[in-house]
């Protein structure tokens, strides 16, 4: 064998089937390869049980199958829950486990680290490590299911953990094509939401692929000037030509777009923002999702009242839009929305402002 392994985790179906017929063996070989990665959730080949016993000691000097370790778990007093994953070359990630009524959602990371510095998101003040492969995004998943009781199952993905998905959206696409295959996790695209801070190239491509998954923007503003401050990327594709391309996202029927809305004190939560509000999203399929911000000492900004955050709700129902209040999970074990951060920089406040590529670095 030379060079590293192939990592079976990162490997879609066809793949692994493919591998199979390069080994003289039937292409049933490598479905049956796949399901014991993904759907079964073993990495060790030789549990590989239904795979013939010289084919597992052929295999085992051509592929791993790779999974994040989990260096740390901590558990809100609401019952989210969130975990540190060790990846394989020292970096660190967190991920996020919201339990709800019916559901069980899973928070996930794309990258390490970030480089599009939000004003209001702790993993922006890390500046950008590295994206995550696929095998890392779907090892992410399949480790957070195994981390859960038996007979509970995660329900629902969304994509706002570490990083802009966008920005890493050749491994983002091939990870979700793994984790939404019938014969591994199979997971159903209508419940993965993708949530971006506004990469227009991105959710074109989104809209041209065929993943069908949800779309959630990061909006958190009303005017250029806020936006460019609140979130860097504004400054290359502001406002309007980020809501053109929400307005060209297809939708099939009863699905809408989310838009994200951090509520911060002072800055974007007055009356005259949600009446601009109202008038930028009309004739867009959408709902409108509020955030409490979430107070940290490394942030500058403050919470927006409760009851202002109602009267901005109150403006956007009358203007006859569907605005929630999201409801801030795991806000004492920093599990909450833009709370994520992880190594050094977790206890530093020292940061070097990262800088917003004006060329998208994908895959
Ligand atoms: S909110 Fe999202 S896009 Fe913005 S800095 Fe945080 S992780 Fe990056």
Redesign the pocket.
């Known amino acids: 064998m030379t060079g590293r392994p192939l990592d079976a985790t990162g490997l879609l179906r066809d793949e692994a089937e493919a591998l199979m017929a390069e080994l003289g063996q039937s292409r049933y070989r490598g479905r049956q390869l796949f399901q014991w990665v993904q759907a079964r959730r073993v990495t060790n080949l030789g549990a590989m049980t239904t795979l013939p016993r010289t084919l597992r000691a052929t295999l085992a000097e051509r592929i791993s199958v790779s999974r994040p370790v989990v260096v740390r778990e901590q558990r809100a007093a609401d019952g989210t829950r969130k975990v540190l994953f060790g990846l394989r070359d020292g970096e660190e990630i967190e991920s996020v486990l919201i339990p709800d009524e019916d559901r069980l959602t899973a928070c996930v990371s794309t990258q390490v680290g970030?480089a599009?510095?939000?004003r209001?998101?702790l993993?922006?003040l890390m500046g950008m490590r590295r994206n995550l492969t696929p095998a890392e995004i779907v090892g992410e998943v399949l480790a957070l299911q195994d981390s859960l009781e038996p007979g509970t199952r995660i329900s629902n993905m969304v994509l706002m953990g570490?990083?802009?998905p966008l920005l890493n959206f050749r491994a983002v696409e091939r990870a979700l094509r793994i984790l939404c295959d019938e014969y591994g996790a199979g997971f159903s695209p209508r419940r993965i939401t993708l949530s971006t801070?506004g990469h227009v190239p991105g959710i074109r491509k989104l809209a041209a692929s065929d993943l069908g998954v949800n779309l959630a923007v990061?909006l958190n503003a009303t005017t250029d000037g806020m936006r460019d401050r609140l979130?860097p990327i504004n400054k290359r594709w502001p406002i309007a030509e980020l809501l053109e391309a929400c307005r060209a996202y297809p939708l099939p029927q009863r699905r809408r777009l989310t838009f994200e809305y951090v509520m911060l004190d002072g800055v974007n939560d007055s009356a005259e923002d949600a009446q601009r509000l109202a008038r930028l999203l009309c004739g867009i399929r959408g709902k409108i999702n509020l955030i409490p911000f979430n107070v940290t000492p490394d942030l500058p900004d403050r919470p927006s009242p409760r009851e202002r955050i109602e009267a901005f709700q109150r403006i956007l129902c009358n203007a006859h839009l569907t605005a929630t209040i999201r409801e801030s999970r795991g806000q004492d074990i920093s599990a909450a929305c833009?709370m994520l951060r992880t190594g050094t920089d977790r206890d530093s406040t020292a940061k070097t402002p990262p800088t917003v590529k004006s060329e998208p670095k994908t895959g």
Request: charged share 5%.
């Open positions: 970030c599009l510095a939000c209001f998101c993993t922006g570490m990083g802009e801070a990061s979130m833009g």
